[in-house]
Structure formats: C-alpha cells, structure tokens
C-alpha cells in the first residue's frame, strides 16, 4: 500500500502561482507513473499532467505552457508548478501513483483556488 497525502494548494489571485507536493510512504521500488489530476464542482475528475519513471511527461492542452510536473525518483515524491493560475484551474487536486500493473494510489486532495 503507498499513502500519499498532497500539500501546497490554497487561495491566490489569478496570475498567481502555487507549488504542489504530493509525498508517499513506503519504497518508490516498482512505481511507474505519477500524476496530478483535478475536479471542480460539478465536472469529472480529469487529468492535469503526469510523468513517467523514465521522466516523459504529458500535459493537458488547459495547461500546457503554464504547469510543470516533476519527481524524485529516489522517493515517492512529485510536484506541480502552477503558474500563471486561471479562474478555470479551480478545482481540488489529486495526485495519482501507480505502481507495477495494478497498484493504483490517490491522495486525499488539495484545494486549490484562483479568484479573479
């Protein structure tokens, strides 16, 4: 089991930026992907980015340009930079780990939210 609890989210004005954490307990032997996803109120959960053990990485079109993810493959750690925050990007984040072909991890969530 790999429980991961996120932090850094919080209020901040459009424009803005945040840094997001998501740390896991345990051996990072045998993770693979890591990733941030978020889910506002009242749409589906949806990918935001997420990098592979090999350090590729995808983003959403919402977000590209703007949020960079990263890890520390030495431990389960990995990190969203947020900036140049919308509106749009308020939402609860989710971090996501993934280990071998069936560990699949969530966070609790942190909430993240940009005012105009």
């Known amino acids: 089991q790999v429980q991961l609890v996120e932090s850094g989210g919080g209020l901040v004005q459009a424009g803005g930026s945040l840094r997001l954490s998501c740390a896991g307990s345990?051996?990072?032997?045998?993770?693979?992907?890591m990733g941030w996803y978020r889910q506002a109120p009242g749409k589906q959960r949806e990918l935001v980015a997420v990098?592979?053990?090999?350090?590729?990485?995808n983003y959403a079109d919402s977000v590209k340009g703007r949020f960079t993810i990263s890890r520390d493959n030495a431990k389960i750690t990995v990190y969203l930079e947020m900036n140049g925050l919308k509106p749009e990007d308020t939402a609860v984040y989710y971090c996501?780990?993934?280990?071998?072909?069936?560990?699949?991890?969530w966070g609790q969530g942190t909430q993240v939210t940009v005012s105009s």
């Open positions: 345990g051996s990072p032997l045998g993770i693979t992907a």
């Open positions: 996501n780990v993934q280990r071998g072909l069936t560990g699949n991890y």
């Open positions: 990098i592979t053990s090999g350090g590729r990485t």
